[in-house]
């Protein structure tokens, strides 16, 4: 019944292509016919149906841009596979049965063509079937096909979420073993100093305290105290150089002092003779007319009337 209809609507689709000429031409034979026609003499009827056959044809062209219903055949390939099988296996079912569907129909469009083998193309056509049905069955063993059903960007959120948090996890159980091995590491050496400091000894030495390795092994504390140096057996091996630079620097002390107390003779020394110059230097002018006139100056200094009349 449905191929029917298609058919009939094919038919009138095509019409215009097959009878075109006398289509148009009682067409046009009415058009002309309508225009001479005074809007007097153009009756009621008439213009009904003009309107109705407008309609018609404005139906037939929005029929002409309808998609063709779907092949009957096609939509038993679908039905005709189990919904009993998985996803992917019936995507697998249903690759398998269009290729074979597509090869039914291309057939009988090949067989008129020129050098055409019916044979060889069914050969040709079953070892591809093969070849795609182990193809597809490969990829439903390695999990292609699975993929195409699931979210791939929630799936790889949740995914990267999920590392991420493992990871948070696995940090934070090892920062929470480093704290509680330095927590019991320093409540050992408060222990030891209150020890030490109910014990009231006068004078306390500083002594190594040994810890036992069950409380930080297996830490990273483990490496900071196996690469400390013993300083206490540094400054014993080292008293006598200590010693011997007490020594140098009372020495240099002493040196130095030495050299400022020369400093201030030699000071003393050389204002004593720069006084003694001086004096030498001043007894030498009394004969020259320079010392007489500075003597001059100072016994009569100068009054107000003579720097006026000097002026």
Known sequence: MTQGVSEG??????????????????QEGLQSRSLHLSPQEQSPDRQDKSRS???????????????PAFHQGITELSRSISANLTESKRLVALLLSSFQFSVQKLEPFLKDTEGFSLE?????????SEELKHFAESLEGNGTLQ???????????????????AEMKEYITKFSLE???????????????????????????????????????GSSQSEVLNTKPDYQKI??????????????????QGS???????MDESTQCLQKV???????????LDPSPARKLLKLQLQNPPTTHCSKSCQ
């Open 274 to 284: 720069s006084v003694q110059l001086g004096k030498r230097s001043t007894q030498q």
């Open 179 to 217: 704290r509680q091995s330095w927590d019991q590491l320093l409540q050992y050496y408060q222990k030891e100093a209150e020890e030490i400091i109910s014990r009231g000894s006068a004078e306390t030495k500083v002594t190594e305290v040994e810890v036992e390795p069950a409380t930080y092994l």
């Open 9 to 26: 609507r094919i038919h009138l689709g095509s019409s215009p292509k097959m009878g075109g000429s006398c289509d148009l031409g009682h």
């Open 120 to 128: 060889s193309f069914r050969a040709k056509a079953s070892s591809l």
């Open 235 to 252: 400054l014993q091996n080292q008293n006598k150089v200590f010693d011997y630079m007490e020594l140098v620097m009372d020495e240099l």
């Open 256 to 262: 130095v002092r030495q050299l400022h107390a020369f």
């Open 53 to 67: 056959w407008r309609r018609a044809s404005m139906k037939e062209m929005s029929r002409r841009k309808s998609l």
């Open 147 to 165: 993929k195409c059903f699931e979210d791939s960007k929630g799936k790889s959120s949740d995914l990267s979420l999920e590392t991420s948090v």
